[in-house]
């Protein structure tokens, strides 16, 4: 990816915990991220950017 890595710890962090989120919603809950009608994939993607945006905008 184009740019500096982060070495935050806080973004680390966000980055597991969408990943176990993604990984849990797949494989137990049946979500299909893309090809859902749910809107709780949606929701959880749309909390994951704003805490990403406002820790971006706090540096």
Avoid: H, K
């Avoid at 710890?9 to 849990?24: D, K, N, R, S, T």
């Avoid at 494989?27 to 704003?50: D, K």
């Amino acid at each position: 990816m184009p740019g500096r890595s982060s070495d935050s710890p806080v973004l680390f962090l966000i980055g597991l915990l969408v990943a176990a989120v993604a990984v849990v919603g797949t494989t137990f809950l049946g979500w299909e991220f893309g090809g859902s009608e749910s809107s709780v994939p949606l929701a959880i993607a749309v909390i994951c950017v704003a805490i990403v945006a406002i820790n971006w905008l706090r540096q």
